[in-house]
């Protein structure tokens, strides 16, 4: 059970993603924050994100793989909860910080490196790649479907009289509840994707030894890769859309639901 728990929690999680990064700055703006407070609560929320998963993923064999998803999803619904029921930006920062957000819709938080770990246990050497090549496809689906559910909620309950502000809290709402979803869903994984613990005195870094170098020089392509990619984070180009065409929040959903087909 714990294979097919382990995808649908990419799936819901991708989703949630997705439904929240097209409305995300739009709400943030309709909040009263300036596009200068935007882009650095964005910033702030992917520093919080890589110190906080950083720990948690590089502790979670020791702390429990199973403790540190439920933790994860803990996360996620508090920050959802946070940014509905409030305006202030400080307390915004503080709970985008704290909490799992994402504003590119793609992976944030422990749960990918957690998951990969835990699959790579659970499945044998000749199904790996494949399975791991639908895992990242369907996961790109989620994301995608995700935009358009989002954009597409907004906008139905807008048409309905919602304010925009009225109806991107509904949005966020839907993203607290996908963090509680994943919740259950993790409550059920068993205890078989625990690392079996061996004696080990060996010194590590950062939860690395040997693979140390490979893994740096890894992360340094990534990092550059991600760099690029901040430069045009999901949200924001939600926003300039909005701001600079006009585009309406089910537009949004439309096109990022597209962009994300073509990037799967």
């Known amino acids: 059970m714990d294979i097919p728990l382990l995808f649908s929690t990419r799936i819901i999680r991708l989703f949630c993603y997705g439904f929240l990064s097209?409305?995300?700055?739009?709400?943030?703006?309709?909040?009263?924050?300036?596009?200068?407070q935007i882009g650095l609560l964005f910033t702030l929320t992917l520093i919080g994100d890589a110190v906080i998963s950083l720990w948690l993923t590089t502790s979670a064999d020791r702390f429990g793989r199973k403790r540190t998803?439920?933790?994860?999803?803990?996360?996620?619904?508090?920050?959802?909860?946070?940014?509905?029921?409030?305006?202030?930006?400080?307390?915004l920062v503080i709970a985008a910080m704290i909490g799992v957000i994402s504003p590119s819709g793609n992976e944030i938080g422990p749960f990918l490196s957690?998951?990969?770990?835990?699959?790579?246990?659970?499945?044998?050497?000749?199904?790996?790649?494949?399975?791991?090549?639908?895992?990242?496809?369907?996961?790109?689906f989620a994301t995608a479907t995700g935009a358009l559910a989002g954009g597409w909620l907004a906008q139905s309950l807008q048409n309905n009289g919602r304010s925009s502000l009225e109806s991107y809290r509904f949005v966020l709402m839907g993203y607290a509840l996908g963090g509680f979803i994943l919740l259950l869903l993790f409550l059920n994984v068993s205890q078989s994707i625990e690392v079996k613990q061996q004696a080990d005195?060996?010194?590590?870094?950062?939860?690395?030894?040997?693979?140390?170098?490979?893994?740096?020089?890894?992360?340094?392509?990534?990092?550059?890769?991600?760099?690029?990619?901040?430069?045009?984070?999901?949200?924001?180009?939600a926003y300039w859309f909005h701001v600079r065409f006009g585009a309406d929040i089910a537009l949004l959903g439309l096109i990022f639901f597209g962009a994300n087909i073509l990037a799967g």
């Open 22 to 36: 097209v409305i995300l700055a739009l709400y943030l703006a309709e909040t009263g924050s300036t596009e200068t």
């Open 114 to 140: 957690v998951e990969q770990a835990s699959l790579t246990q659970l499945i044998s050497n000749e199904k790996r790649t494949q399975f791991f090549a639908w895992y990242n496809l369907v996961g790109s």
């Open 69 to 91: 998803l439920l933790l994860g999803a803990l996360l996620m619904t508090g920050a959802g909860i946070g940014f509905v029921l409030t305006k202030n930006f400080t307390l």
């Open 201 to 237: 005195s060996t010194k590590r870094v950062l939860g690395l030894h040997r693979s140390r170098n490979v893994v740096f020089k890894l992360s340094t392509l990534f990092a550059l890769d991600a760099f690029a990619g901040g430069l045009i984070v999901q949200s924001l180009l």
